[in-house]
């Protein structure tokens, strides 16, 4: 099953530890599918969602639709973490391209990113 960054799937989180997600829920695969082809274990990296409101930049809202989410949820970047994809029950559907780009920023952020990611300047020209 090859899976695309973005896609929605249902994992079963179990076991797990302190505060971590945990149980079967949605999750969203943020791996790049060519690096995990490339990889010698068949981990993917994913954040878990919940239904759950949180405020800010780690916490980015994702609406019902395409994806395959039934309800308003909401992304847990600071939950990110790999998995093996034998974790994986069914894949629903893909975030929208403006929601993957809220996950993103959230990822940028949380990994310390921001700074390198941010675009270059542009000269000034007179």
């Given at each position: 099953?090859?899976?695309?960054?973005?896609?929605?799937?249902?994992?079963?989180?179990?076991?797990?530890?302190?505060?971590?997600?945990?149980?079967?829920?949605?999750?969203?695969?943020?791996?790049?599918?060519?690096?995990?082809?490339?990889?010698?274990?068949?981990?993917?990296?994913?954040?878990?969602?919940?239904?759950?409101?949180?405020?800010?930049?780690?916490?980015?809202?994702?609406?019902?639709?395409?994806?395959?989410?039934?309800?308003?949820?909401?992304?847990?970047?600071d939950h990110l973490r790999s998995v093996?994809?034998?974790?994986?029950?069914?894949?629903?559907?893909?975030?929208?391209?403006?929601?993957?780009?809220?996950?993103?920023?959230?990822?940028?952020?949380?990994?310390?990113?921001?700074?390198?990611?941010?675009?270059?300047?542009?000269?000034?020209?007179?």
């Amino acid at each position: 099953m090859r899976l695309l960054r973005g896609t929605v799937v249902l994992l079963d989180l179990n076991p797990t530890r302190g505060h971590e997600q945990r149980g079967v829920r949605p999750c969203i695969i943020v791996s790049d599918p060519e690096v995990v082809a490339d990889q010698r274990y068949s981990l993917l990296c994913i954040v878990p969602v919940t239904g759950t409101p949180g405020q800010g930049a780690l916490y980015p809202a994702l609406g019902p639709g395409p994806s395959g989410l039934t309800k308003m949820s909401y992304a847990l970047i600071d939950h990110l973490r790999s998995v093996d994809k034998r974790r994986v029950q069914r894949a629903f559907g893909l975030l929208a391209p403006s929601e993957l780009r809220a996950v993103d920023d959230g990822l940028a952020l949380f990994l310390g990113f921001g700074d390198r990611l941010a675009p270059e300047p542009t000269p000034h020209v007179q």
